[in-house]
């Protein structure tokens, strides 16, 4: 693989990086949907494993892939359970 292009993905992972934790410090520190921000900070494992099987062609085991489904499954968990409260607070208000 060619060095200026190895440099290339370096940097600009770093500055989506920087970005992402920028917004995320940005919310923390605002008290804007926390929830989310940490939500989507659950996601780096999953963007990590997506990067290096597309662009490092490395192999996935069934470790990671069951890693990758059980983080997806405890999102979708947070979610469902976010929207309960959402309505067991709207029932209460009427």
Do not use: C, H, Q
């Amino acid at each position: 693989m060619n060095n200026k292009y190895i440099i290339l993905v370096i940097i600009f992972a770093t500055l989506i990086l920087l970005i992402a934790n920028y917004g995320y410090l940005y919310n923390v520190s605002n008290d804007k949907k926390v929830a989310i921000a940490t939500l989507l900070t659950s996601l780096y494992p999953i963007v990590t494993l997506i990067l290096g099987y597309l662009v490092l062609s490395e192999s996935l085991t069934m470790l990671e892939i069951s890693g990758f489904i059980l983080i997806f499954i405890g999102i979708s968990f947070i979610n469902y359970s976010r929207g309960l409260k959402k309505e067991e607070i709207s029932n209460l208000s009427t």
